[in-house]
């Protein structure tokens, strides 16, 4: 912990967010936008702020992130999982909540290949007997 600044990285789908927690007010900023101009649908501001207020840190810390690929649920969900194992690294108290919640665990869920001869990845080009 280099002069109180907390560093994680959030993975969720394709998208990757490099997040930094410091002690403050509880200002939230994602790519350098306020995370509601960011994040305009609802759902989105709600899951980034699930970690903070579990927690009850929602005003003790400054959030910056920086969050690249996917779409805004998946940018959403990695930058829930960047707090996440941020304020976890705080103290073992704080994991223990995070964890119970499911917030330090990642989500392996991913886009599945297309395979080959078929439409999609599960979807099968239609069958014709005659």
Known sequence: MEGNILYATGKRKSAIARTWLKPGSGKITVNGR???????VNAARIIIREPLKITETLDSYDVDVKVRGGGITGQAGAVRHGISRALASISPELRKKLKSNGFITRDARVKERKKYGQRGARARYQFSKR
Do not use: G
């Not at 306020?34 to 305009?40: G, L, Q």
């Open 34 to 40: 306020e995370a509601d101009e960011y994040f305009r």
